[in-house]
T-cell receptor, first 112, second 111 residues
Framework: TQLLEQSPQFLSIQEGENLTVYCNSS?????LQWYRQEPGEGPVLLVT?????EVKKLKRLTFQFGDARKDSSLHITAAQPGDTGLYLC????????????FGGGTRVLVKP | KAGVTQTPRYLIKTRGQQVTLSCSPI?????VSWYQQTPGQGLQFLFE???????NKGNFPGRFSGRQFSNSRSEMNVSTLELGDSALYLC??????????FGPGTRLTVT
């Protein structure tokens, strides 16, 4: 069983502050994704990382995949209220088919 | 392109009944996956269909079943509903298998 643990579970910050969310596992993943989910909606794909050590930037969001492909982080610079939501990481192992395992999620609240 | 659509959006059922949920994927996507999301267990994989065949299955009882039609539309069925089946059921389509494009979900309440 591949488990993905996210930390922290909940984060409340003021607008303009930075934040980092972590996603860790003992398994090696072929692919790891980050999603954001808002209340009443389905998760929206933010990024996919597949190469160990890979860093991707999406405006104020920076995603990093660990060298060993077992962990990942999401860093938001100068957070805005629009960044509020549930952030989910999800990993897949090619040998296990296209079955994604999701982390428990990090609920982020950015206060104006 | 239009996104993934799910119907109905909300559903209230009684214990012991059965329910069928519907999902229309993004045009051109042949993979459709279903997930159950609850506050306690988070987002859990139910099954994936590709070209009308179940390709992957999660750890759910046989009361949960699904199918995919030739136009890639998919349905999910839950028989003999239990209170614990109350959840948000999410459908996602994909062209690559990894990257999931989710619909808005069906909120099922079992009373």
């Amino acid at each position: 069983t591949q488990l993905l643990e996210q930390s922290p579970q909940f984060l409340s910050i003021q607008e303009g502050e930075n934040l980092t969310v972590y996603c860790n596992s003992s398994s090696v993943f072929s692919s790891l994704q980050w999603y954001r989910q808002e209340p009443g909606e389905g998760p929206v794909l933010l990024v996919t990382v597949v190469t160990g050590g890979e860093v991707k930037k999406l405006k104020r969001l920076t995603f990093q995949f660990g060298d060993a492909r077992k962990d990942s982080s999401l860093h938001i610079t100068a957070a805005q209220p629009g960044d509020t939501g549930l952030y989910l990481c999800a990993g897949g192992i090619e040998a296990a088919g296209n079955k994604l395992t999701f982390g428990g999620g990090t609920r982020v609240l950015v206060k104006p | 392109k239009a996104g993934v659509t799910q119907t109905p959006r909300y559903l209230i059922k009684t214990r012991g009944q059965q329910v069928t949920l519907s999902c229309s994927p993004i045009s051109g996507h042949r993979s459709v996956s279903w997930y159950q999301q609850t506050p306690g267990q988070g987002l859990q994989f139910l099954f994936e269909y590709f070209s009308e065949t179940q390709r992957n299955k999660g750890n759910f009882p046989g009361r949960f079943s699904g199918r995919q039609f030739s136009n890639s539309r998919s349905e999910m069925n839950v028989s003999t509903l239990e209170l614990g089946d109350s959840a948000l059921y999410l459908c996602a389509s994909s062209s690559t298998g990894w990257e999931q494009y989710f619909g808005p979900g069906t909120r099922l309440t079992v009373t």
